[in-house]
């Protein structure tokens, strides 16, 4: 009986769980509101296929990056200071790209603070890892995961918003953010009794760097989740350069697909608390492979090119669900933030590079189907590592490494949870 209470998720989880997942949304939205609008920033600053895709990978890369350091504030300072307080300083890029945007040097220094929105991942995810019980954490990271869909919705609504005003989409987004910011600061508590580490920031990241599952599970996320950043910042420059679409419809197609990869994140999550979440992994990764392949070859978009970029959709937003459900398995609660940190940012890392390796060899061949040749060798390479060694790891075995890692990075503050 007392196993039982002790696992039952309390209400404060759930409101928790709504809370954050809509500030990774708007703050998401925030992380890609120049993508929407890149070929309009191309054509009236005659920006090369290159400079453009410097413009919405830079976002990427910074956001990725300063996971790190902020998955790790978190672990010391709590989700209830960080996430108002991330969300509040992203309100100052977004205005900033209102006096800038006649300016590429300018825009691209404002791209580069922009990044700011995109660590909020690292602050949700040990919020909810401890707020929910083992069995039910892939459900939770995989809807808190939801918040991609702020991708979705800069796709969908920014170059709509746009057209009544240019400026208007991101005095929409920084509004909205100052009204969360409030709200995350109002609303948001941390667990009680979630473990503070202790040890000085360094010595915690050293500690979550040394574990050999860290780099395997950033490895794995870098071709889901890197996989969904990179569709979803470049695909609208790749529809409407190869597919000649409007950027109108270029964003709408880049919303369906990046919708898609919101309504099966949570699904991989929900099917890793079944199944292995490795096994989950490995599956959706081979179907990635295989349908890239497809993709390569140029396909008409109506209806076969269309059907392979959603079920690409549906692959990459399954592992991504899946790889961190695997992360909350075989990581100690007092270094969730840290790893996921790290995890976050090579993750992210991996939606940085292919926009600029998708328009380099554009600009070198006229053809994009050495970027999806390489897609399906990645997601292949995931597949099987996922299967021949991720099923092999077990979290009572991956806790010790991890304490014995903290131990020398975060002293007394690493401990066995369960």
Same mark, same amino acid.
């Given at each position: 009986?007392?196993?039982?209470?002790?696992? +039952?998720?309390?209400?404060?989880?759930?409101?928790?769980?709504?809370?954050?997942?809509?500030?990774?949304?708007?703050?998401?939205? *925030?992380?890609?509101?120049?993508?929407?609008?890149?070929?309009?920033?191309?054509?009236?600053?005659? $920006?090369?296929?290159?400079?453009?895709?410097? $413009?919405?990978?830079?976002?990427?890369?910074?956001?990725?990056?300063? +996971?790190?350091?902020?998955?790790?504030?978190?672990?010391?300072?709590?989700?209830?200071?960080?996430?108002?307080?991330?969300?509040?300083?992203?309100?100052?890029?977004?205005?900033?790209?209102?006096?800038?945007?006649?300016?590429?040097?300018?825009?691209?220094?404002?791209?580069?603070?922009?990044?700011?929105?995109?660590?909020?991942? *690292?602050?949700?995810?040990?919020?909810?890892?401890?707020?929910?019980?083992?069995?039910?954490?892939?459900?939770?990271?995989?809807?808190?995961?939801?918040?991609?869909?702020?991708?979705?919705?800069?796709?969908?609504?920014?170059?709509?918003?746009?057209?009544?005003?240019?400026?208007?989409?991101?005095?929409?987004?920084?509004?909205?953010?100052?009204?969360?910011?409030?709200?995350?600061?109002?609303?948001?508590?941390?667990?009680?009794?979630?473990?503070?580490?202790?040890?000085?920031?360094?010595?915690?990241?050293?500690?979550?760097?040394?574990?050999?599952?860290?780099?395997?599970?950033?490895?794995?996320?870098?071709?889901?989740?890197?996989?969904?950043?990179?569709?979803?910042?470049?695909?609208?420059?790749?529809?409407?350069?190869?597919?000649?679409?409007?950027?109108?419809?270029?964003?709408?197609?880049?919303?369906?697909? *990046?919708?898609?990869?919101?309504?099966?994140?949570?699904?991989?999550?929900?099917?890793?608390?079944?199944?292995?979440?490795?096994?989950?992994?490995?599956?959706?990764?081979?179907?990635?492979?295989?349908?890239?392949?497809?993709?390569?070859?140029?396909?008409?978009?109506?209806?076969?090119?269309?059907?392979?970029?959603?079920?690409?959709?549906?692959?990459?937003?399954?592992?991504?669900?899946?790889?961190?459900?695997?992360?909350?398995?075989?990581?100690?609660?007092?270094?969730?933030?840290?790893?996921?940190?790290?995890?976050?940012?090579?993750?992210?890392?991996?939606?940085?590079?292919?926009?600029?390796?998708?328009?380099?060899?554009?600009?070198?061949?006229?053809?994009?189907?050495?970027?999806?040749?390489?897609?399906?060798?990645? *997601?292949?390479?995931?597949?099987?590592?996922?299967?021949?060694?991720?099923?092999?790891? +077990?979290?009572?075995?991956?806790?010790?490494?991890?304490?014995?890692?903290?131990?020398?990075?975060?002293?007394?503050?690493?401990?066995?949870?369960?």
């Amino acid at each position: 009986m007392e196993t039982a209470q002790e696992n +039952r998720t309390p209400p404060a989880a759930y409101l928790n769980l709504a809370v954050v997942t809509v500030g990774f949304t708007l703050t998401f939205w *925030a992380w890609d509101l120049i993508a929407p609008l890149a070929g309009d920033y191309g054509d009236r600053l005659g $920006l090369s296929s290159f400079q453009q895709s410097l $413009l919405v990978a830079v976002p990427v890369l910074v956001g990725s990056l300063g +996971r790190v350091p902020v998955g790790a504030l978190t672990d010391r300072y709590g989700a209830r200071l960080m996430f108002p307080l991330v969300s509040a300083l992203t309100i100052v890029p977004v205005l900033l790209l209102v006096p800038t945007r006649d300016s590429y040097p300018a825009t691209l220094a404002v791209a580069f603070l922009l990044g700011i929105g995109g660590t909020t991942f *690292a602050i949700g995810v040990p919020l909810v890892n401890s707020w929910f019980p083992p069995e039910r954490r892939g459900f939770g990271l995989g809807v808190f995961g939801m918040g991609m869909g702020g991708v979705a919705l800069s796709g969908y609504f920014t170059p709509r918003i746009a057209r009544h005003g240019e400026n208007l989409p991101f005095l929409v987004v920084a509004a909205a953010l100052a009204v969360y910011a409030l709200l995350a600061a109002a609303l948001v508590r941390d667990r009680p009794d979630r473990p503070m580490p202790t040890a000085p920031l360094g010595r915690r990241l050293a500690g979550a760097g040394r574990l050999r599952v860290t780099w395997e599970l950033s490895a794995l996320y870098a071709i889901g989740f890197g996989g969904i950043v990179a569709f979803g910042v470049y695909l609208p420059t790749y529809l409407k350069t190869w597919y000649g679409l409007t950027p109108t419809d270029a964003g709408t197609k880049a919303a369906g697909f *990046a919708l898609l990869t919101v309504v099966f994140r949570p699904f991989g999550g929900w099917l890793a608390d079944r199944v292995h979440p490795a096994v989950v992994t490995s599956a959706a990764l081979g179907c990635v492979a295989l349908l890239a392949v497809v993709q390569a070859f140029d396909p008409a978009l109506d209806p076969v090119g269309t059907i392979c970029l959603l079920c690409i959709a549906a692959g990459l937003g399954t592992a991504s669900g899946s790889v961190f459900a695997l992360v909350s398995q075989v990581t100690p609660q007092p270094q969730v933030g840290s790893v996921t940190g790290i995890v976050g940012a090579v993750g992210g890392l991996g939606g940085f590079v292919p926009p600029l390796v998708m328009g380099a060899v554009y600009a070198a061949e006229d053809s994009y189907s050495i970027g999806f040749m390489l897609l399906s060798d990645l *997601a292949l390479a995931g597949c099987v590592y996922a299967y021949g060694r991720m099923r092999t790891v +077990r979290p009572a075995v991956a806790e010790s490494g991890a304490e014995s890692g903290a131990g020398a990075g975060a002293g007394a503050g690493a401990v066995r949870t369960r």
